[in-house]
């Protein structure tokens, strides 16, 4: 089955730029997307397919996707971004067709 | 405007059988891919199993066997059948939706929690 990588935390000071990475054998040949999880919430796509973002999500959430990593970039960030964020991709040729990565604890410090 | 509505968690022992509901309003659940994804209390997303347009299922291999995931047309219904519960399936269980090509959930439901204990 296909692995997501992503690093356990990130943090970064208010207005600062946050980079979120999701490491996958060639991810750069799939479509990546992104979701943004808030204590007792439901998970809320932020970007899909790689670096496309739902109506609604502020612009300051971007995404890109090459070789062997995606990443998740969230720029002048917020108090409201502190979350957890998860990538997943389809695995379209695998019996586990839906891949999440472990998550990435955001923190606002 | 589309939603997703869950219902049919709650405590059951071990061994035990539950059947989780998925209400769509919205859309119809045919036309999409389905979902359930679960989390485990203070883990990360778990994918269990998906319903594609076409009604192909899969499942998770720590699902496979036990639950099984369907839909109902008519009533525009989602279920997952969990049958042989064990400690570790407790979690909140979310259904998704996907109108995507590249299958990304764009919808999600409320969550609904399932304890599983003596």
């Known amino acids: 089955s296909y692995v997501l990588t992503q690093p356990p935390s990130v943090s970064v000071a208010p207005g600062q730029t946050a980079r979120i990475t999701c490491g996958g054998n060639?991810?750069?040949?799939?479509?990546v997307h992104w979701y943004q999880q808030k204590p007792g919430q439901a998970p809320v796509l932020v970007v899909y397919?790689?670096?496309d973002r739902p109506s609604g999500i502020p612009e300051r959430f971007s995404g890109s996707n090459s070789g062997n990593t995606a990443t998740l970039t969230i720029s002048r960030v917020e108090a409201g971004d502190e979350a957890d964020y998860y990538c997943?991709?389809?695995?379209?040729?695998?019996?586990?067709?839906?891949?999440f990565g472990g998550g990435t604890k955001l923190t606002v410090l | 405007e589309v939603q997703l509505v869950e219902s049919g968690g709650g405590l059951v022992q071990p061994g035990g059988s539950l059947r989780l509901s998925c209400a769509a309003s919205?859309?119809?659940?045919?036309?999409?891919?389905m979902s359930w994804v679960r989390q485990a209390p203070g883990k990360g997303l778990e994918w269990v199993s998906i319903?594609?347009?076409?009604?192909?299922?899969y499942y998770a291999d720590s699902v496979k066997g036990r639950f099984t995931i369907s839909r109902d047309n008519s009533k525009n219904t989602l279920y997952l059948q969990m049958n042989s519960l064990r400690a570790e399936d407790t979690a909140v269980y979310y259904c998704?939706?996907?109108?995507?090509?590249?299958?990304?959930?764009?919808?999600w439901g409320q969550g609904a929690l399932v304890t599983v204990s003596s």
């Open positions: 060639n991810i750069g040949s799939k479509s």
């Open positions: 397919d790689d670096s």
């Open positions: 919205g859309f119809t659940v045919s036309s999409d891919y």
């Open positions: 997943q991709v389809w695995d379209r040729s695998s019996d586990h067709p839906v891949v």
């Open positions: 319903i594609y347009s076409d009604g192909s299922t």
């Open positions: 998704a939706s996907s109108s995507g090509w590249s299958l990304y959930f764009d919808y």
